[in-house]
Every structure is written in C-alpha cells, then in structure tokens.
C-alpha cells in the first residue's frame, strides 16, 4: 500500500505494480495531498484500488486499475482524480466512485468494464466524453 498523507506533500509514480494490500487500498492519499501515477498496475486490493479523500488530487495517467475488492477509485471527502489514457475493469464495485457531490472524477479515454453495473458517475463521465468526441469531430 502506497500511503500519502502530509499536507502538500506531493509524490510521483512511474511504472509501479501496486497489489495484495491486505487490508487497505493500493494507493490512499489524505490531507491535501497530491499524487501522480503512470504507467502503473494497481490490483488485487482488499479495498479500492485508489481512494483520494481529504481534499487530496490524484491523476492518473496509462494505468490499469482491475480486480479490487471495492471500487477501483474511489473518491470522498473532497477529494478529486482525473483519469486520462487508463482501464479501469474487473473491480468488485463501480470502477469509479464518489461519494458527494464535493467530490470530483474527470476522465479523458479512459476504459470502464466491470463485472457489476456502471455507477451513475461513468454513466456521466461516458456521455461526456462522447459528446466532446462529437462536437470535436463533426
């Protein structure tokens, strides 16, 4: 497990295979915190793959987020990920998730299959995206 939890501390993953925690999620931030990942695989969790709370920032770049036994993000508390080029798929809940309306997930390309139903957010996230994919290639 990846914990990041001091005010502005700001943290950088590139090419990381974060799996088998335990107890906990593969990545948690809290306390305002920022984090960036690339090119990372984040699985077999026994929470989220990702859970970004206490007005931390995640953003995720080319990763694949799959097989965790919560949601593959999750995203309370103020907190916010922004999704862009990665799979988000098999996780035991929604792929994305929040739980306020404080709390924010973008997502540019980003891939959701689940072998549960889609959560409202991806629903949004998903039409989103293809209404900018119409309006930029009419």
């Known amino acids: 497990c990846v914990l990041v939890s001091e005010k502005s501390l700001r943290i950088s993953l590139n090419g990381c295979d974060i799996s088998g925690s335990r ?10 915190s920022s984090v ?3 090119n990372c695989s984040i699985s077999k969790n026994h929470l989220s793959g990702i859970d970004i709370q206490g ?10 987020v799959f097989d965790n036994k919560k949601s593959g993000m999750f995203a309370h508390s103020f ?4 999704v862009s080029c990665s799979s988000i798929y098999q996780n035991k809940y929604a792929g994305t998730f ?3 309306t404080t709390a924010k997930t ?12 889609v959560s409202r957010l991806e629903k949004k996230i998903l039409l989103t995206i293809m209404s900018i994919y119409k309006y930029l290639y009419k």
């Open 79 to 82: 907190g916010e990920i922004e």
């Open 23 to 32: 107890r906990g999620s593969g990545i948690l931030a809290t306390d305002k």
């Open 98 to 100: 929040t739980t306020s």
């Open 55 to 64: 007005g931390s920032f995640l953003i995720a770049l080319n990763c694949n």
């Open 36 to 38: 960036k990942i690339s």
């Open 106 to 117: 973008a997502a540019l390309q980003a891939i959701f299959t689940h072998k549960h139903a």
